[in-house]
């Protein structure tokens, strides 16, 4: 397990861009495949993306193709969401979630047994 800290969400305007982030302790990071999920009220967590330990090998899911990016810096233990383009339909609670099976890329959070307490993001049209 590993320690998980978002920050970065806020309340913006349709078309407006933030950047998401997720500050990570404990294992070495490195050593985790890493992902974020949203939930939005009424609604079962969604997954997002998901990026390898190493970084070499990203998934998107298809709703956010495009607008989102997620990277990581293992030397900051921090992975991070990059939304453009965003839209009242983005609003949720944006989860990172981790799990120690770096090279496993995982789309159901029933794979990953570290998360964070989430960041708010309120996309207002």
């Known amino acids: 397990q590993v320690q998980l800290v978002e920050s970065g969400g806020g309340l913006v305007q349709a078309g407006d861009s933030l950047r998401l982030s997720c500050a990570a302790s404990g294992r070495t990071f490195s050593s985790y495949a890493m992902g974020w999920f949203r939930q939005a009220p009424g609604k079962e967590r969604e997954f997002v993306a998901t990026?390898?330990?190493?970084?070499?090998?990203?998934y998107y899911a298809d709703s956010v193709k495009g607008r989102f990016t997620i990277s990581r810096d293992n030397a900051k233990n921090t992975v991070y969401l990059q939304i453009h383009s965003l839209k009242p339909e983005d609003t949720a609670a944006y989860y990172c979630a981790g799990h120690g099976r770096q090279n496993l890329i995982a789309t159901d959070r029933s794979r990953y047994d570290s998360w964070g307490q989430g960041t708010q993001v309120t996309v207002s049209s």
């Open positions: 990026i390898s330990g190493s970084g070499a090998v990203i």
